[in-house]
């Protein structure tokens, strides 16, 4: 087997995982904040707020990198009969579900459950705008309570209820998890990606799977040996680096604005993060590494990357500055996240 066939199967792989984007559906009645939940779910605005589905036409979908996040029309409604909406919109199409409510738990939505149960498609039920959760004379463990007994005689099955609020960010470390934990092994490595981190331990999560990114995209750009860099009598494919950096940041969230509003202490390892994401700054970080990688071992990597692509000239050194623009990442977002948490 030649270099080249080990970095197309490489490539095969990753044109293959960014094929088909992770569907996952939201549906309610309207008013019920899908819009704000998508937007949460990502960390960006990418839902428009305050749409009433009602009168939406077609499902509302949202594409977000490796994600898909589709709000669909209500189920039921007055422009929507079961029978019609079923023959518009497939729950074969779609990996999850996600039941939003913010109210007494309506008909339609148990009806639609039903369906998706006899389909065998997994769904998980979420009670909106828990912030407004309050009546005279009970607490709130009452309530939540009092909410998953309606959900439980509704479907006729003791279901999971996770309660959010968008308005203050609460609920969203626990309902990660619980996507995460309903996806298959590869979904759940694309959801991990690109879903906002609420948790150190989803951090943490990303971490690991930028690192797998970082194999891939060196062995690519050590093997295609386009650029050379100065000082080094080495050459690699500096965009196939500038691909791996931007992929990575969008796996933190890490993108201009976000980054460009960060202030004191976090500035000096923003602006690395800033600097390096460049075709100059990732020339200097190959250049930066050449030397204390140029005799590394790369046979840990053959079983991912294969024998050749791992042994090719520069290998080592796209790898080494791989993992550390992705070290740098993940403490810049680490940072954040704790900012977010205080």
Avoid at 54 to 63: E, G, K, L, S
Avoid at 120 to 135: K, P, S, T
Avoid at 195 to 202: G, Q, V
Avoid at 276 to 305: D, N
């Amino acid at each position: 087997m030649s270099i080249y066939d080990d970095i197309e199967k490489i490539k095969q792989q990753i044109e293959k995982e960014d094929e088909v984007p992770l569907k996952i559906a939201l549906f309610g009645q309207p008013g019920a904040g899908k819009s704000s939940i998508i937007n949460k779910l990502v960390g960006e605005q990418v839902a428009k707020t305050g749409a009433s589905t009602d009168v939406t036409v077609d499902a509302d979908f949202i594409p977000y990198e490796g994600l898909l996040l589709v709000d669909l029309p209500g189920y039921g409604t007055s422009k929507f009969p079961p029978n019609e909406w079923m023959s518009r919109f497939d729950p074969k199409d779609f990996d999850l579900f996600l039941c939003v409510f913010s109210g007494k738990f309506h008909d339609a939505d148990t009806a639609f459950f039903k369906e998706l149960k006899e389909e065998g498609r997994v769904c998980l039920f979420v009670r909106n705008m828990a912030d407004q959760l309050w009546e005279d004379g009970k607490t709130l463990e009452e309530l939540e309570q009092n909410i998953r007994d309606d959900v439980e005689k509704q479907v006729g099955s003791e279901e999971k209820v996770y309660f959010t609020s968008c308005r203050n960010a609460t609920g969203f470390d626990v309902l990660q998890e619980a996507i995460t934990q309903s996806l298959e092994p590869a979904q759940r490595e694309k959801y991990t990606r690109y879903a906002k981190a609420y948790t150190m331990d989803h951090l943490e999560a990303k971490k690991e799977e930028c690192k797998k990114l970082v194999v891939r995209y060196a062995a690519i750009s050590a093997a295609n040996g386009i650029n050379p860099i100065p000082g080094v009598d080495v050459s690699v494919d500096l965009s196939v680096m500038l691909k791996l950096f931007s992929d990575i940041r969008k796996s933190y969230g890490l993108n201009d604005e976000k980054i460009s509003k960060l202030e004191g202490a976090l500035l000096p390892l923003a602006k690395k993060v800033l600097d390096y994401a460049t075709r100059e700054g990732v020339a200097l970080l190959l250049k930066r590494f050449a030397a204390k990688t140029a005799m590394k071992s790369t046979a840990k990597f053959v079983p991912i990357v294969g024998q050749i692509a791992a042994a090719s000239a520069g290998y080592a050194m796209t790898y080494t500055a791989g993992n550390h623009f992705l070290n740098d990442c993940h403490e810049l977002a680490a940072e954040v996240l704790k900012k977010e948490l205080t």
